[in-house]
């Protein structure tokens, strides 16, 4: 199968991915369908309605809930195509959703309309500060539960509460691990140890966007590599917790290196793409070597832009 085109795969039993090159706006990004025998949960929807046909088919007749990994405009484009969807996300998505511009995706608008046809911003209409669980075995009732009593419907466009309340069968837990982005969570299926990870995850190094929030986001990764079994990263292949320890540690090892760059007095322009990298981490430059030079010259845009904006943050 050619690399420009989506690739559908089959997790284990309820579990599939649905994944959606980028071509030159990055590498491809992965969705996650969680199936129940009463519901199903389409962890990200991607670029536009188109990539999540399938998904849509493959619900029938059951109660569709969506949740967004973080606002990016890779990720919460195709929720149209559910027609109408329960829509759960962490209240700082709703709210960067709702922001008057969105310049990334206008890029991509001008540059790759196809990439984005038909796609369009489905605002949550339930959000949540810190926790939240999905119940896919049971019909929805009305009994809503997330942590802390924070979870809330929309005045805008108010729900049925949907959230039901002891666990049985296929439970999802959402939790926020900012770091990412501020709004960044991921997907817990507890009954097979499954993580989405969204892009709080990524093979071979995320992207830091929030670095106010890199201790927590090197703590949680952590805290999930001992519970979870498998791990699907947002950008990446299916892997395990060995690839949130590896996440841990390179965002350990930036912070590190910026700290020892500032007391040298080494200058912030001097944080070239592969400044650090070498030393510190070998088998991603392993890694990027073995890349298509489209994605190696992504992946080290990434590492020049991670150790920019944490020496802007701990300068």
Not at 142 to 161: E, H, Y
Not at 187 to 196: F, N, P, Q, R, S
Not at 198 to 211: F, K, Q, V, W
Not at 283 to 299: H, N
């Amino acid at each position: 199968m050619s690399a420009s085109e989506p690739v559908f795969r089959r997790v284990e039993e309820g579990v599939f991915t649905y994944s959606r090159p980028l071509g030159k706006h990055g590498p491809s990004v992965a969705s996650v369908l969680f199936m129940g025998p009463e519901s199903v949960l389409a962890f990200d929807t991607l670029c536009g309605p188109r990539d999540m046909t399938l998904f849509s088919k493959m619900a029938g007749d059951r109660q569709v809930y969506v949740a967004y990994s973080h606002a990016d405009w890779d990720h919460c484009l195709g929720t149209g195509a559910f027609g109408s969807p329960v829509v759960v996300a962490h209240e700082f998505t709703r709210g960067r959703l709702l922001a008057p511009s969105h310049p990334e995706l206008e890029a991509v608008r001008r540059e790759s309309p196809d990439l984005v046809k038909g796609a369009e911003m489905v605002l949550p209409c339930l959000t949540f500060t810190s926790t939240v669980a999905l119940d896919l075995e049971r019909t929805p009732h009305l009994s809503l539960r997330a942590s802390g009593g924070k979870g809330r419907r929309s005045a805008v466009n108010p729900i049925q509460p949907v959230l039901t309340g002891e666990p049985s069968g296929r439970r999802i837990e959402l939790r926020h691990l900012p770091g990412h982005t501020a709004d960044s969570c991921v997907a817990y299926d507890v009954t097979t140890g499954i993580l989405a990870a969204g892009d709080a995850a990524e093979d071979p190094l995320p992207s830091i966007g929030d670095p106010r929030s890199l201790s927590a986001w090197i703590s949680g990764l952590r805290e999930w590599a001992a519970r979870a079994r498998r791990v699907i990263p947002g950008h990446g292949p299916v892997s395990g917790p060995e690839l949130l320890k590896r996440n841990a540690k390179y965002l350990r090892s930036v912070v590190g290196i910026i700290k020892e760059a500032s007391s040298k007095g080494t200058p912030p322009e001097s944080l070239t793409a592969e400044f650090g990298l070498e030393r510190a981490f070998p088998e991603i430059m392993t890694s990027l070597s073995s890349m298509d030079p489209r994605e190696r010259e992504f992946y080290l845009e990434v590492h020049r832009e991670n150790l920019f904006r944490t020496w802007t943050a701990l300068s």
